[in-house]
């Protein structure tokens, strides 16, 4: 099930918050608003924006929000209750059959445990069942990789984009030199550029970047322990020993968490 990733929003609020305050504390809510420049904002997005639309094809540019979003949702994983449900299935293979299973595995709404099942209810060999289903986590990897490489794109582009619009304002701040009075909001504005580049490098696109790689990471965890658990049904390994091993993959606080679960159990 997907939830809000409460710390996603938070990290830009505060990020926000960190960079109107630092701006205020030294110039006053006036001051603030000297830091909007509409030519600066359409020079850096405009930029990002044409970048992207060169680096990458219509199909993958259509997904970008869609991967945005996925920054800001995470899927609970309870890893306790994985390892119950794979405890259960076990008992009742060993105790019915394999095939007793398949009613089951119909039910699941994890596609990904439903096909290692019914591939080890077809009798698939344990070697080709690994296979198989480590070549839907290096798909799905590659998927990740692909949405996720629009983000790092995003977050290389930015700052050259600023420095594109400093350069741009300073060209003509140059061209200007009969006004010396000009020359300090001149450079002053130019130099707004490179600050939204590297801010929304910063702040949004590269935080991003690093949240969904995350998220990849934790998911291809989730498999690993499912193709073992798995792999222990077909195998007909016993419930307790298999608990066991998967309960192996717990950190030490998930453990403390079963532990103190089975208490209130108790």
Do not use: C
């Amino acid at each position: 099930m997907n939830r809000l990733d409460i710390l996603t929003p938070i990290g830009i609020i505060v990020g926000i918050a960190v960079f109107v305050f630092g701006v205020i504390s030294e110039s006053g809510l006036n001051g603030f608003f000297q830091f909007f420049d509409i030519s600066s904002i359409v020079i850096v997005f405009g930029g990002v924006l044409a970048a992207l639309f060169v680096s990458f094809p219509v199909k993958e540019m259509k997904k970008m929000f869609v991967v945005m979003k996925q920054a800001f949702s995470q899927e609970d994983y309870n890893l306790r209750e994985l390892i119950e449900l794979f405890v259960r299935l076990s008992e009742k293979a060993r105790r019915e059959g394999l095939l007793s299973l398949e009613a089951e595995a119909e039910e699941l709404d994890d596609k990904f445990i439903k096909k290692g099942i019914l591939l080890a209810i077809d009798g698939i060999e344990p070697d080709i069942v690994i296979e198989i289903m480590n070549a839907d986590i290096a798909a799905m990897e590659e998927r990740h990789r692909k949405g996720r490489n629009i983000l790092e794109k995003a977050g290389e582009y930015a700052p050259a984009w600023g420095m594109i619009g400093t350069l741009i304002g300073l060209v003509l701040m140059l061209n200007d030199l009969n006004d010396p009075g000009s020359l300090g909001p001149s450079m002053a504005i130019a130099l707004l550029t490179t600050l939204y580049g590297v801010l929304l490098a910063n702040l949004f696109f590269n935080p991003m970047a690093a949240k969904l790689e995350e998220k990849t990471e934790k998911e291809v965890f989730i498999k690993q322990i499912i193709i073992e658990g798995i792999i222990g049904i077909q195998s007909g390994q016993n419930p307790k020993l298999l608990s066991e091993k998967l309960t192996a993959f717990l950190s030490d606080e998930d453990e403390k968490e079963e532990n103190q679960a089975d208490e209130k159990g108790a």
